[in-house]
């Protein structure tokens, strides 16, 4: 979800924050006179060897004051050793490029702050290829303070109840949860437990199973439950055992359930012999669907589907 995107440094020139991961930039910087960086390549050898590597420049325009930046940065002086420090963490050579696209704000970063938060990750445990895969699938992560990476991983450990190494899991799966904002995290969590009703263990297991319903829309977390629970009777227990059933399309779950409903093989209780799990009713293609669980043919799934 769009609000959900890593939360880029909200201006070059802020402090570091609890909240918004940005740059520090002790120069001035020159204005820009062109509206667009491509008129600056033939000028800037920066520029020049940042488009060879497949940095897009016409997104990297879009981010605030980030093209003023690359354009005070001295290739040789200032880039290669971040570069050289991105392919020690282990982003790949061909990563770079949409790398830098996603946050050329790093290039303006001092050096011995990104080992820091390096060390800080590795003093917690997390493996070099584990680091690495996340910051690969979250360009901001270095941008953010020992302290804030510290009081992160704080927040989903204690507010959830987990291990050190369960909370390590849940980071390096979705790693954006320890660079997006916390508060649609919080309000996700007490939607789990307040509006839905289900206990700390099962919002434990679910989260841990399912990352991704910590960012979830609430509006649409609120809508599958209800169809699930209230019009398909899955009680807490059976949800909290397929939670991937959040991340599927409400459409999809409606369409299906109700053919099967048709066909009188709408059955989700484990203890019957016709028993169809969540996870059956929502992974599989629709022809798998349709011959192994509704015992259907494709055309009757979709003469269905028309009256619908």
């Given at each position: 979800f769009s609000d959900?995107?890593?939360?880029?440094?909200s201006s070059a020139l802020e402090v570091i924050s609890e909240e918004e991961a940005v740059q520090i930039i002790a120069e001035p910087l020159p204005p820009?006179?062109?509206?667009?960086?491509?008129?600056?390549?033939?000028?800037?050898?920066t520029l020049a060897k940042l488009v060879h590597l497949g940095v897009d420049l016409s997104q990297v325009e879009k981010r605030q004051k980030a093209g003023q930046l690359l354009l005070t940065l001295d290739f040789e002086k200032d880039v290669k050793k971040?570069?050289?420090?991105?392919?020690?963490?282990?982003?790949?050579?061909?990563?770079?490029?949409?790398?830098?696209?996603?946050?050329?704000?790093?290039?303006?970063e001092d050096l011995e702050a990104l080992e820091t938060r390096v060390a800080y990750l590795k003093s917690k445990k997390f493996g070099k290829s584990e680091?690495?895969?996340?910051?690969?699938?979250?360009?901001?992560?270095?941008?953010?303070?020992?302290?804030?990476?510290?009081?992160?991983?704080?927040?989903?450990?204690?507010?959830?109840g987990l291990s050190v190494k369960k909370t390590k899991d849940l980071v390096i799966r979705l790693p954006r949860l320890l660079t997006?904002?916390?508060?649609?995290?919080k309000e996700n969590l007490q939607v789990c437990?307040?509006?839905?009703?289900?206990?700390?263990?099962?919002?434990?297991?679910?989260?841990?199973?399912?990352?991704?319903?910590?960012?979830?829309?609430?509006?649409?977390?609120?809508?599958?439950?209800?169809?699930?629970?209230?019009?398909?009777g899955i009680p807490h227990h059976m949800l909290t055992r397929f939670p991937q059933v959040f991340n599927s399309k409400l459409l999809r779950i409606r369409e299906r359930h109700m053919f099967l409903a048709f066909l009188g093989r709408a059955q989700y209780d484990p203890a019957q012999p016709s028993y169809i799990s969540l996870d059956?009713?929502?992974?599989?293609?629709?022809?798998?669907?349709?011959?192994?669980?509704a015992k259907a043919s494709m055309q009757d799934f979709e003469n269905f589907l028309k009256t619908l």
């Open positions: 959900w995107d890593d939360v880029p440094p820009i006179q062109s509206s667009t960086l491509r008129d600056y390549v033939d000028h800037s050898e971040i570069l050289l420090f991105l392919k020690d963490v282990g982003v790949e050579d061909n990563q770079l490029g949409s790398f830098l696209t996603k946050n050329p704000y790093i290039l303006g680091i690495a895969q996340m910051v690969s699938r979250a360009p901001y992560l270095l941008l953010f303070s020992v302290e804030r990476l510290d009081n992160r991983l704080g927040f989903f450990k204690n507010e959830l997006g904002k916390i508060e649609p995290v437990q307040i509006e839905l009703g289900f206990q700390r263990n099962e919002i434990q297991q679910i989260v841990c199973k399912t990352p991704k319903i910590l960012t979830a829309s609430k509006k649409r977390l609120k809508q599958t439950f209800d169809y699930l629970h209230n019009i398909m059956q009713l929502v992974s599989l293609p629709d022809e798998v669907f349709c011959t192994e669980i």
